[in-house]
């Protein structure tokens, strides 16, 4: 069986500073949906997004699946070790985080008026995502993650089957669902720009040790079993944690612009 790799370059061609860029959205927004619907649960899942990005970063670079010596490059700074693992918690979690809970949230129902700035951050990380894209194309490969590792089934199965038993403890399968079709939604608008420009794709590695695209049908099945199980279905329990701690309700009442509500 052949081994696939998740080949990226773009961890030094400008994908941080538009993460940055995001990151101070993700922010905003949800300041804005404190402060004018009194709903707290944004600034929760940013704050979910950040702590376990940052874990997950921590895990697969103390596992060396990044690569030797990776390390990321921020308005001219580079970062590597705990220092990268805690600004791509901030700057790539909480957006993630964020964006798929809106999503799950104006499919239940809550504050319609949102919607076009929603889709309007959408427009901006498809845009984003396609700059860096662009930019990255051909340059040194950066992180030569395996595929379907061991390593990588381990953490799939710490995070996701307690996620579902805590989900199903709080019966809130509905709002999982919803969660993980805006985690879809986020992981494709971020990283089908970067794949179809070359930033980021399922490649191999040859007898003399260099790496180089796979064939264009495994390049579609692998990197679609990634969007779909490792990267959307492996972040589950950023929605599952709060929900189980009861940070996370979908039941709230309707309420005036600028009245708070109890329910966080």
């Not at 379907?148 to 709002?175: C, D, N, Q, Y």
């Not at 590695?205 to 390049?219: E, W």
């Not at 940070?247 to 309707?254: A, G, N, V």
Request: aromatic residues 14%.
């Amino acid at each position: 069986m052949n081994t696939y790799y998740m080949l990226r370059s773009f961890d030094h061609a400008g994908y941080y500073e538009t993460r940055s860029v995001l990151m101070i959205v993700a922010i905003v927004v949800a300041i804005v949906f404190l402060r004018t619907r009194g709903d707290r649960r944004y600034l929760v899942m940013l704050a979910s997004g950040v702590i376990f990005q940052a874990a997950l970063e921590y895990y697969l670079q103390f596992n060396n699946l990044r690569g030797a010596g990776y390390s990321l490059s921020v308005f001219g700074l580079n970062l590597s070790g705990i220092s990268a693992n805690l600004f791509q918690g901030c700057a790539e979690g909480g957006i993630l985080s964020l964006m798929a809970f809106w999503f799950a949230d104006l499919r239940m129902g809550g504050w319609p008026a949102s919607r076009k700035y929603y889709l309007t951050v959408c427009g901006l990380i498809i845009l984003l995502a396609s700059v860096v894209g662009m930019v990255a194309a051909g340059r040194p490969i950066t992180s030569p993650r395996p595929m379907f590792s061991v390593i990588g089934f381990e953490r799939l199965a710490v995070t996701v089957v307690p996620a579902l038993l805590l989900i199903a403890w709080k019966r809130a399968w509905r709002e999982l669902a919803l969660f993980y079709l805006g985690l879809l939604i986020y992981v494709l608008i971020t990283f089908e720009p970067l794949h179809i420009f070359g930033a980021r794709y399922i490649g191999e590695r040859g007898a003399d040790g260099k790496f180089f695209p796979a064939p264009y049908p495994a390049q579609f099945a692998v990197m679609m079993a990634s969007h779909l199980i490792e990267v959307a279905g492996g972040k589950i329990h950023y929605f599952a944690v709060p929900v189980a701690l009861g940070l996370i309700s979908f039941r709230r009442e309707t309420m005036p612009v600028g009245r708070k509500s109890a329910t966080a």
